[in-house]
């Protein structure tokens, strides 16, 4: 099982991001698929998760600035990030079935 982040990059406070994960080696369609931040020297903070029936947890300090989504069909989990602050600054690692991917940096700053 592989998991593959990108989209990760530096942008400017209210600025966007999409996130992306693409899963290959197995069928996630049936498992919930996450993503969770570590920013330095901080422990793991979970951001959002979205499970096989669609539904979906954020955190609170995402709640409505961040969308989750999957594409089954690609094996793929999203995360677009609107409104980013600088505190958002972290690596950003996927989830799926106890599986991690690499981490992609996301870098918030003017």
């Known amino acids: 099982v592989q998991l593959v982040e990108s989209g990760g990059g530096l942008v400017q406070p209210g600025g966007s991001l999409r996130l992306s994960c693409a899963a290959s080696?197995?069928?996630?369609?049936?498992?919930?698929m996450a993503w969770a931040r570590q920013e330095p020297g901080k422990g793991l903070e979970w951001v959002s998760a979205?499970?096989?029936?669609?539904?979906?947890y954020y955190a609170d300090s995402v709640k409505g600035r961040f969308t989750i989504s999957r594409d089954n069909a690609k094996n793929t989990v999203y995360l677009l990030m609107n409104s980013l602050k600088p505190e958002d600054t972290a690596v950003y690692y996927c989830?799926?079935?106890?599986?991690w991917g690499q981490g992609t940096q996301v870098t918030v700053s003017s």
């Open positions: 989830n799926v079935h106890g599986y």
């Open positions: 979205i499970y096989s029936d669609h539904s979906t």
């Open positions: 080696g197995s069928t996630f369609s049936s498992y919930a």
